[in-house]
């Protein structure tokens, strides 16, 4: 994604949102806070009692708060941001004004804002690190003590988490995307379909019956190494993903790899959900969920069948870098690996759109989410 047009380069008409509003996930809230558009600017609803309004000045551009309700300032403030930065992708920074009664100290210390020539801004690649709204806090960072297993020394692994992990709204889609942990007994039937469905068993080799696939589960969910997840839109379960520490893993003896150093597998079940508008959805979600989880993850890597050229395509639009290949007993894989800082600082988290300035490209995005 090219990041470099400049504030004046977006236009007005451009920054708005879907038809029937943006819904922020913060999971620690029991519903989501809802941005909609509104007369010269945004208002932002919880449970649709209207909380705060949004005035909006295009020259910049800028945003004017004021609340209406003395809750939930904070939760307001990056709900709109999130909202906006999402839903126009090369939006390059947003001028704030933060209104009466709101401490800035705290969104400055966590980064929601920042200080440039006696202003405060925004900045996407700065508030998409912040955790709450989509893992719904920050996750505590686990202590580091040594582990020996395996023959391998490592980090001692933090406990597995359960249900929803990660949710955040694809506006192009006009869904929830979420993950959540994988439950052997709720969510065994569509894995079990997956996993024998032709296309799934030609990758995995994992076809077998109930009984196999509930120890599958099960296995995963007890060693430390690995985390099964559940990708679900809009509430419908459409793939199965399975993220593993790479120091532990079989590809950790081929390359350097960091104590923190994170990959994954994947397996997309459902027909319905294959093809370009879902993968730019999923693919730089999980990745963002993996950088989320554990600030010290610093390398994304993972290991595609060498001559699995649509994966390696949507491997290279999602900012992986091509290592080596590597010969493990089973196939020939190429070793990719995404860095944090290239990740964030060129906003992969967005889809890659074919022009930066182009109105009508952005504005569709907003469109097709109504």
């Not at 809230?29 to 909609?36: K, Q």
């Not at 297993?149 to 249900?163: A, F, I, L, Q, S």
């Not at 569509?190 to 068993?201: C, I, Q």
Request: aromatic fraction near 10%; include cysteine; proline fraction near 8%.
């Amino acid at each position: 994604m090219n990041v470099g047009a400049s504030a004046i380069d977006v236009a007005s008409s451009v920054l708005n949102l879907p038809e029937g509003g943006f819904a922020s996930h913060a999971l620690s809230s029991a519903r989501p806070l809802v941005v909609r558009n509104e007369r010269g600017g945004f208002a932002v609803e919880s449970a649709g009692r209207r909380i705060a309004r949004v005035a909006y000045a295009a020259v910049d551009p800028s945003l004017s708060f004021s609340f209406e309700a003395d809750v939930a300032h904070q939760a307001a403030i990056i709900a709109v941001l999130e909202a906006l930065f999402t839903c126009n992708p090369f939006l390059p920074l947003l001028k704030i004004d933060l209104g009466a009664g709101t401490t800035r100290e705290e969104l400055l210390a966590q980064g929601v804002i920042e200080t440039q020539a006696d202003a405060l801004v925004s900045r996407p690649e700065l508030l998409f690190q912040l955790p709450a709204p989509f893992l719904g806090k920050a996750p505590p960072v686990y202590p580091e003590a040594p582990c020996l297993r395996n023959g391998v020394h490592h980090p001692k692994r933090p406990p597995k988490p359960t249900g929803i992990v990660y949710q955040r709204t694809i506006p192009w889609l006009g869904k929830a995307l979420t993950f959540h942990v994988a439950d052997p007994e709720q969510d065994l039937g569509v894995f079990h379909t997956w996993m024998n469905d032709p296309r799934v068993a030609a990758i995995w080799q994992d076809q077998g019956d109930l009984a196999y696939h509930r120890n599958f589960l099960s296995e995963r969910l007890t060693d430390p190494r690995t985390l099964p997840l559940i990708g679900s839109f809009g509430g419908t379960p459409f793939g199965y993903f399975e993220l593993y520490w790479a120091k532990e893993d079989r590809l950790g003896p081929h390359y350097d790899a960091d104590a923190y150093d994170r990959g994954w597998h994947v397996a997309i079940g459902e027909e319905a959900f294959r093809g370009k508008a879902f993968v730019s959805a999923w693919l730089p979600s999980l990745m963002h969920y993996m950088f989320l989880a554990d600030p010290r993850t610093r390398r994304i890597v993972g290991e595609p069948v060498h001559d699995h050229q649509q994966q390696i395509r949507n491997l290279d639009r999602s900012g992986f870098a091509k290592i080596k290949h590597v010969e493990f007993s089973h196939k020939r894989a190429l070793l990719v690996m995404l860095l944090r800082e290239r990740f964030f600082l060129d906003r992969l988290l967005f889809p890659d759109l074919s022009s930066p300035s182009d109105p009508a490209v952005i504005g569709s995005l907003s469109r097709e989410a109504a």
